[in-house]
């Protein structure tokens, strides 16, 4: 679920290098696991009970299990090759998560999900791309499936915000020390360089909610955004014809490419 995320025909190849390798953005695993634990928090109530949900871009996917124990199947995609390695390592032998490649996550019939999950995704993937990624992904839907769209940036948003959202978490959790010392790692990073020359995308709700009219979503803001970053934005979208969905059940299985 968080930023490590999404094919990687729609991803710069600069991202997929930078989340395939060690890197500062999570400060250490108390920081992972306090940031997995808040969106367990925030997603339950959206979790389809005994239905079919895609983790888009779910990084390590710390709350998986106890995703996976209200879901019938939960499958997990990520773009960066070492993390669907640990993934696989960790649920091979998992009966209801399913770990998905470039190919598998191709080859899912359209109509067959409940929920998409995407959070901290659209930031890496390039503007011009995701009206395209939206088609797909309601394709994938049920005809009352959703798309859970959390962790939108707005393109007005200072980076010192999300510096002040990190160190309140931090504080609250007991690594104010270790997160310090992340964001110093972090600034002497490639990070930056990474983020200006592969893109970062930021969306107004009303351009957002444009794009995803247009892939034939209705998508309406939450009240609050899904994850420890308050100022960011969170989204729910379902496909608007209820009988296009339906008869795109029948159409062979979506291609993401």
């Known amino acids: 679920m968080p930023q ?15 989340w395939n390798r060690p890197n500062a953005i999570y400060a250490n695993r108390r920081n992972l696991e306090a940031h997995f634990a808040c969106l367990l928090r925030d997603l339950e109530t959206y979790l389809p009970e005994g239905g079919t949900v895609l983790d888009f871009g779910c990084g390590d996917a710390l709350a998986a299990e106890a995703m996976a124990a209200r879901c019938g199947t939960l499958y997990l995609y990520d773009a960066a090759p070492a993390v669907r390695q ?3 390592d960790r649920f091979h032998n998992h009966p209801r998560i399913k770990v998905l490649d470039e190919d598998s996550l191709g080859s899912l019939p359209a109509g067959s999900i409940d929920l998409i999950l995407a959070v901290s995704v659209l930031q890496y993937i390039p503007r011009e791309d995701l009206r395209g990624l939206m088609h797909r992904w309601r394709g ?3 005809p009352e499936g959703h798309a859970l769209i959390a962790d939108v940036v707005d393109p007005h948003t200072p980076m010192l915000q999300d510096i002040a959202s990190q160190l309140r978490m931090a504080h609250q959790h007991g690594f104010l020390l270790a997160a ?16 200006r020359e592969a893109g970062f995308s930021a969306y107004t709700p009303a351009e957002l909610i444009d794009v995803l009219e247009a892939a034939g979503l209705s998508a309406a803001p939450l009240p609050r955004n899904v994850g ?22 029948d159409e ?3 291609k993401v490419q």
Do not use: C, E, M
């Open 140 to 142: 994938l839907l049920r």
């Open 86 to 88: 640990r993934l696989q």
């Open 228 to 249: 420890p970053t308050p100022h960011r934005r969170s989204f729910l979208a379902r496909p608007t014809d209820r009988k296009a969905a339906v008869q795109s059940a």
């Open 252 to 254: 062979p299985a979506l």
């Open 4 to 18: 490590n995320v999404h094919s990687t025909s729609d991803t710069p190849q600069d991202w997929v290098a930078f």
């Open 180 to 195: 310090l010392l992340g964001l110093g790692r972090l600034a002497f990073s490639d990070y930056r360089r990474i983020r």
